[in-house]
């Protein structure tokens, strides 16, 4: 009778864990395992969470996506790698990289003019130094990254 009652207790603070905000599955997995739950019971709770549609790679593919692109500025590259080290299959990732198409080069535009401004009395180079490692990082691909710094230099002379 204990066993049961402990594993209610567990699948419950699990779904109140996945309801609080989207998870993927390893987060949920890692999860389990710091609570000490065994192998067995952590597949049964993982299908049990599948099936009640709290756990979805889909939904959090495009969630995290949105996040990461929207609140943190990461281009596509920085939000694959993330994506990626959560075990999110190349199917989902695809599907949650659609959800940032739309505003994708305006973003990073607005981007490149805003370091552009911020260091005005930056030497060239320094600017476009400034730009190529403040989106490098944040995972923008090089080809946008030059063409909009090329754009700010014909917009600027």
């Known amino acids: 009778m204990k066993s049961s009652n402990k594993n209610e207790k567990i699948q419950s603070k699990i779904e109140n864990f996945c309801l609080y905000q989207e998870r993927c599955k390893k987060e949920v997995i890692t999860k389990l395992k710091s609570l000490g739950v065994e192998k067995k019971m952590i597949e049964k709770i993982v299908l049990n969470l599948l099936n009640q549609d709290l756990l979805n ?84 691909e090089k080809a946008l990254i030059f063409n909009q710094i090329e754009k700010q230099l014909i917009y600027k002379e």
């Open 57 to 140: 790679e889909i939904r959090y593919s495009k969630n995290y996506s949105r996040g990461k692109f929207r609140i943190k500025k990461w281009g596509r590259l920085k939000i694959y790698q993330e994506l990626k080290k959560r075990n999110i299959s190349e199917f989902n990732i695809k599907i949650g990289l659609k959800e940032i198409e739309e505003n994708y080069v305006s973003t990073c535009e607005k981007l490149v003019k805003k370091i552009w401004n911020s260091n005005d009395s930056r030497p060239l180079i320094e600017k476009k130094k400034k730009i190529w490692d403040y989106l490098r990082y944040r995972g923008w």
